[in-house]
């Protein structure tokens, strides 16, 4: 979470029963319940620093060297993060939520010929590309006028070299992106890139955002993309990661290899045996301590 908190939670499937004041059984039986969560001060989880502790639908407070329950009535599918506000009995679950809530992830934008991505959209300053990209050109023109204007037009060039984008507006206000490349005869506008091209510069809006945020999360970058933008796309999140902390899930072998080539970068690589997810590498030695505040 940071220097100062840690959280975690603990997920598991619902006993078999009804819900109150019926006798039928919930049709919610696949839906996970929250079993524990833990806010601690420090980097490990232990009893002396655990600060919030929840089990099952009681929630305590720790008060000096004892616990006071805040709440006993939780229910089992919400969290502490969404039922708790109080940033003066509960500064710690306050800060840990205004911590998470600027943490960024981006899994799938679509680009498809009826996404409205590629529709002209009202320009209004857009310092944070939103989750489904239909701020793009917006967020394009905030980056050129109080971004990095430089990085922005180098990882177009770095990708498409030679190429370019300008913007238009219309009479409403709507902002029309022009992509410009050697050999067209004229600009594209966004109605006529590629797939690839369009997610390019949907990565390029989330990756150089003049608000960094402490955590960005890409989530499979390569889907849709040639090969041969990968390079561009590992140097530009190199280039974002000295702005902010970047997670990248990816399964292409080419962006890895780009990304591996930066000393700073932590690249873990993800096996199944028997069905179960392992690190590659890692002995029972090498495994991290962690337990809960039991």
């Given amino acids: 979470m940071g220097e100062d908190f840690g959280y975690a939670i603990s997920l598991g499937m619902p006993a078999s029963q009804g819900f109150a004041g019926y006798q039928d059984p919930s049709m919610f039986q696949f839906d996970p319940e929250i079993k524990r969560e833990c806010i601690w001060a420090g980097d490990v989880c232990r009893p002396s620093s655990c600060l919030i502790d929840r089990v099952g639908s009681v929630v305590k407070v720790r008060a000096g060297r004892k616990w006071q329950v805040y709440d006993a009535h939780l229910n089992s599918y919400e969290s502490i993060l969404n039922e708790i506000s109080d940033p003066v009995a509960v500064p710690e679950v306050h800060a840990v939520r205004q911590a998470i809530r600027h943490w960024r992830f981006?899994?799938?934008?679509?680009?498809?010929?009826?996404?409205?991505?590629?529709?002209?959209?009202?320009?209004?300053?857009?310092?944070?590309?939103?989750?489904?990209?239909?701020?793009?050109?917006?967020?394009?023109?905030?980056?050129?006028?109080?971004?990095?204007?430089?990085?922005?037009?180098?990882?177009?060039?770095?990708?498409?070299?030679?190429?370019?984008?300008?913007?238009?507006?219309?009479?409403?206000?709507?902002?029309?992106?022009?992509?410009?490349?050697?050999?067209?005869?004229?600009?594209?506008?966004?109605?006529?890139?590629?797939?690839?091209?369009?997610?390019?510069?949907?990565?390029?809006?989330?990756?150089?955002?003049?608000?960094?945020?402490?955590?960005?999360?890409?989530?499979?970058?390569?889907?849709?993309?040639?090969?041969?933008?990968?390079?561009?796309l590992g140097r530009l999140i190199i280039r974002a990661s000295r702005e902010t902390q970047v997670w990248v899930v990816s399964h292409a072998p080419r962006l890895v290899a780009t990304l591996e080539q930066d000393q700073a970068c932590n690249s873990i690589a993800l096996d199944k045996e028997f069905g179960e997810t392992v690190i590659l590498g890692q002995g029972w030695l090498d495994e991290p301590p962690w337990q809960w505040a039991d």
């Fill in 106 to 232: 981006y899994d799938q934008f679509r680009t498809d010929p009826n996404s409205l991505i590629r529709t002209p959209q009202i320009g209004t300053r857009t310092t944070v590309l939103d989750h489904d990209g239909l701020s793009l050109v917006a967020a394009l023109r905030t980056i050129h006028e109080i971004g990095d204007r430089e990085a922005l037009y180098e990882a177009i060039e770095d990708a498409f070299p030679g190429a370019t984008i300008n913007f238009e507006a219309d009479a409403g206000n709507r902002f029309l992106l022009q992509f410009l490349q050697k050999g067209l005869l004229r600009p594209l506008n966004q109605s006529e890139l590629s797939d690839g091209t369009l997610r390019y510069l949907l990565l390029v809006a989330a990756l150089l955002t003049p608000r960094p945020p402490s955590l960005l999360v890409l989530n499979e970058p390569e889907t849709s993309l040639h090969p041969d933008l990968l390079p561009a």
